[in-house]
């Protein structure tokens, strides 16, 4: 088994705001030791000397397209929306995930180790995502949990879509109707299923009974503060458990109601245009306005609509708006990791977590700091040459 020893590493406690030096042990592919000083060097098979350079836990993004929406091959490459139908529950972003897509390398590079990915935001109901992590060739050999979250859309996105063909859903109205129809009619699948009654499997309503059962999440494209209120009442209306607003663009004007329902949100993206009246109120300062209020929030780069290596920049622009460095940092480790549910494995450099791990030449969230060597499953992936 490969065994790697990370000498002299300048660790971050974001619990205390401060530093420590630590020695990292790395065996197979998660972390073995983290003590002060590790001597014993017997059946390590690399030891590295980071000479007190920082080292962080793997980036998390817990939204994006990548590999979906794959880079530099046009409207072919584009997977993310089955626009043939408005409700599809059924549909597998694995199905469509390239690995050899080039964001992938992009996103090591940058430190990014683990990301959701899956279908996009054009049908009322979109399908189930995945966390994955970002190196590999074959798609379910990365897969850090499969399914995370059923996508479902309020706004402007599914009317866009559809109203222009005069097919619902036409107002926001008519895309809610959409999904509780599908679940209702999966309420009644469920009970015949229990009962021995079913004639023969339905793959949409399959693809919901996880959601409804409190397995896996409902995650809600959800930009406008009222389409934010109306995804917790069809969660309520539904008893599901597991709810995540994504984007959340104006969830700071109902920040205590979502504090109140423990709810969190996977926040961004930052960096785009206004280009929809949804996004008229995004402004830097709102994740702070979540944070300060208790709302477990987690930026994200919507990638390709903010470049999957633009993450730590958003989490440095945050600061520069109000945000602490031990939010910040939590908002791009630990607490995408825990919306995500694999905050057992993932988000933070502890023994028996997977040696995801980044070495940085300054401050991680410093904008001029450079990523020198990217870690994941204790493989090392990236190592900047001119270091």
Same mark, same amino acid.
């Given at each position: 088994m490969l065994t790697i020893l990370l000498k002299n590493c300048?660790? %971050? $406690? $974001? &619990?205390? &705001?401060?530093t420590v030096q630590k020695d990292i042990l790395i065996e197979g592919k998660k972390i073995k030791e983290m003590s002060e000083k590790t001597d014993n060097k017997d059946n390590v098979s690399q030891v590295i000397d980071i000479k007190g350079k920082y080292v962080f836990p793997g980036i998390i993004d817990c939204h994006t397209h990548l590999g979906i929406i794959e880079e530099a091959t046009g409207k072919i490459g584009i997977d993310n929306n089955e626009t043939s139908d408005p409700v599809t529950p059924h549909l597998r972003g694995i199905?469509?995930?390239n690995p050899f897509d080039i964001s992938f390398h992009d996103a090591v590079k940058s430190g990014v180790t683990t990301v959701m990915s899956g279908p996009g935001s054009n049908n009322a109901v979109g399908g189930l995502s995945a966390a994955i992590k970002t190196h590999g060739s074959i798609i379910d050999h990365m897969i850090v949990r499969n399914p995370i979250g059923l996508k479902i859309a309020l706004?402007? &996105? =599914? %009317?866009? #879509?559809?109203?222009?063909? &005069?097919?619902? =859903?036409? #107002?926001?109205?008519? #895309?809610?109707s959409l999904i509780r129809d599908l679940f209702m009619r999966t309420q009644d699948y469920i009970y015949l299923k229990e009962q021995s009654n079913l004639k023969q @499997?339905? +793959?949409?309503?399959?693809? !919901? +009974? =996880?959601?409804?059962?409190?397995? %896996?999440?409902?995650?809600?494209?959800?930009?406008?503060? $009222?389409?934010?209120? #109306?995804? !917790? @009442?069809? /969660?309520?209306?539904?008893n599901i458990q597991k709810l995540v607003i994504e984007h959340g663009t104006e969830a700071n004007l109902v920040k205590e109601y979502l504090k109140e329902k423990n709810i969190p949100v996977a926040y961004g993206p930052m960096l785009t245009p206004r280009i929809k009246m949804e996004m008229k109120r995004r402004h830097y300062s709102a994740v702070v306005d979540l944070m300060e209020a208790g709302v477990k929030a987690a930026l994200i780069t919507d990638h390709p609509y903010n470049s999957i290596d633009q993450l730590?920049?958003? /989490?440095?622009? /945050? %600061?520069?708006?109000?945000?602490s460095q031990s939010d910040a940092i939590k908002s791009i480790t630990r607490y995408p990791a825990e919306i995500l549910e694999c905050e057992d494995r993932i988000g933070k450099l502890e023994e028996g977590y997977d040696a995801d791990l980044v070495v940085y030449d300054g401050k991680p969230l410093n904008i001029n700091t450079k990523v020198l060597m990217t870690i994941i499953n204790g493989e090392i992936i990236y190592r900047r040459t001119d270091s």
């Open positions: 300048l660790v %971050i $406690d $974001d &619990n205390h &705001n401060t199905d469509a995930i706004g402007e &996105n =599914p %009317i866009s #879509t559809y109203g222009t063909q &005069n097919k619902a =859903p036409v #107002t926001r109205m008519g #895309t809610v @499997r339905d +793959i949409k309503l399959e693809a !919901v +009974i =996880p959601v409804l059962k409190g397995e %896996i999440s409902l995650r809600v494209h959800a930009h406008r503060a $009222d389409d934010i209120i #109306t995804a !917790v @009442r069809i /969660a309520e209306e539904f730590r920049t958003i /989490a440095a622009i /945050a %600061i520069s708006e109000g945000l």
